[in-house]
């Protein structure tokens, strides 16, 4: 037998697998509001800016691979130290750097589901262990859960566990918010990190970034993904104490931040009322969609995002999501994620996206047997 033929020899971890359903149908449709992107291109003097920028830029040498220029803005943009900023491609490098200095195997990471896939997965991926607590029926992280959670963690890896423990605010999919003090009392019962993902964070009335300063052990994430308009830059940051930055610089690959990214990062920060003016609006359409759904008759979510859960009850999430497809609307449907049956999940665009929404929405309802508002 050669060493080729040996049983699992080609096999992959089966950890390295996503959850089923957790990617979104990439297909041509003309309303797309599944991946909770800007409805809107950056300012066009953003666009501007960054092409003028882009002519000084030397691609024939290596990035800066502290990424000083754009640590400074940020940490300027949140009143704290330069220090105290990590960036990388994307939140998610965060949290996967996150994991890899404090994760691993015997040091397990805590989640309350349902909540965003990529903790537990990025957990798994990096040989963590995931302890996964549950929210109540509103979708709140209760204090009395989060006491069953650790003891099990306890139980299992020791009194050091959970090493690393996530709560997305305004979680997604969801999109409620955590209370600061649920936050500090998540600090108060583990031992290990606590990071907060606030990849809406824009979007809500409070922040983690609050905390800092008085709780060393926190670390709050932040991405360009969203109200920056620059998902297809892929930029996210954490704010933290130094030594838990300096931490995460130990795990990242050198030059791991390329230097068109650092600088559309660091002069989009000069264009921070635009953004705060395309997040009012957000929000505003927020309102107008969630009172629309309500009239339809649907269960509806409170949210501090820019997106809406809702359950279309009887007529039964995947089938309302194939049918909005076929008016050329796609949204999330995120039915089979854990304590989510018959939900689906839709982004905040435009006025006139949301409105071809409703509409369709409304005709997919109606050509139902078993009407929700029947």
């Known amino acids: 037998m050669s060493a080729h033929e040996g049983p699992g020899a080609a096999e992959p971890r089966r950890e390295v697998a996503l959850r089923p359903g957790y990617h979104s149908p990439q297909v041509e449709v003309e309303v797309r509001l599944n991946t909770n992107e800007s409805p809107a291109a950056p300012p066009q003097a953003f666009l501007e800016a960054l092409a003028a920028e882009l002519a000084s830029i030397p691609l024939n040498r290596y990035p800066d691979r502290q990424a000083t220029a754009l640590r400074a803005a940020l940490a300027a943009h949140h009143g704290v130290e330069p220090e105290q900023v990590f960036c990388a491609n994307g939140s998610n490098e965060v949290i996967q750097c996150l994991l890899l200095a404090y994760g691993g195997p015997g040091r397990p990471a805590m989640v309350f589901e349902p909540t965003y896939a990529l903790h537990s997965h990025i957990a798994r991926l990096t040989g963590t262990p995931v302890i ?51 936050i500090q009392s998540l600090l108060a019962t583990v031992p290990g990190v606590v990071a907060v993902d606030e990849a809406y964070g824009q979007f809500a009335p409070w922040s983690a970034l609050e905390l800092l300063g008085v709780e060393p052990r926190l670390i709050v994430l932040r991405t360009f993904s969203k109200t920056w308009a620059m998902a297809g830059l892929r930029l996210g940051y954490a704010v933290a104490d130094r030594d838990v930055v300096a931490s995460l610089w130990n795990v990242a690959l050198p030059y791991h931040l390329d230097a068109v990214k650092q600088a559309a990062g660091r002069l989009a920060l000069a264009f921070d009322a635009e953004m705060r003016a395309r997040v009012a609006a957000t929000v505003e359409e927020r309102g107008r969609v969630s009172a629309a759904l309500l009239e339809l008759g649907v269960e509806v979510w409170p949210s501090e995002s820019n997106f809406v859960l809702f359950r279309t009850g ?40 949301n409105d071809r929404f409703l509409a369709a929405l409304l005709q997919v309802l109606s050509a139902q047997p078993n009407r929700p508002w029947m």
């Open 132 to 182: 996964e607590g549950r929210r109540d029926e509103a979708f709140c992280v209760e204090p009395e859960e989060v006491a069953r959670t650790v003891a099990r963690a306890k139980a299992a890896y020791g009194q050091t566990a959970p090493a690393v423990s996530f709560l997305c605010s305004p979680n997604n999919p969801t999109g409620g918010l955590e209370t600061i003090e649920s």
């Open 314 to 353: 009887s007529a039964g999430g995947t089938a309302v999501w194939k049918g909005l497809l076929d008016h050329s609307v796609l949204i999330r449907d995120v039915s089979d994620w854990p304590g989510l049956d018959g939900c689906l999940r839709v982004t905040i665009g435009t006025p006139a996206e």
